[in-house]
C-alpha cells in the first residue's frame, strides 16, 4: 500500500469520524431540555409586534 493511499484513507476516516461527532454534538445542543425555552422564545421574535 503507497503512503498515498494510507494518509488518504485516514483523513476519509477521521473527516468521517468528525462530522459525526459534530453532528451529535449539535443534535444533543438542539434537543437538551434546558434550551428549549431559550429556542422557543427565539422562535417567537419574527413574530413581535414592536
Same mark, same amino acid.
Given at each position: ?9 485516514? +483523513?476519509?476516516? &477521521? ?7 459534530? *453532528?451529535?454534538?449539535? +443534535?444533543?445542543? &438542539? ?7 431559550? *429556542?422557543?422564545?427565539? +422562535? ?7
Amino acid at each position: 500500500m503507497s503512503t498515498y493511499t494510507t494518509l488518504a484513507s485516514f +483523513a476519509q476516516t &477521521a473527516g468521517l469520524l468528525y462530522f459525526v461527532g459534530m *453532528f451529535l454534538a449539535i +443534535a444533543v445542543y &438542539a434537543f437538551w431540555p434546558r434550551n428549549k425555552t431559550r *429556542f422557543d422564545e427565539a +422562535a417567537q421574535v419574527p413574530l413581535r409586534e414592536e
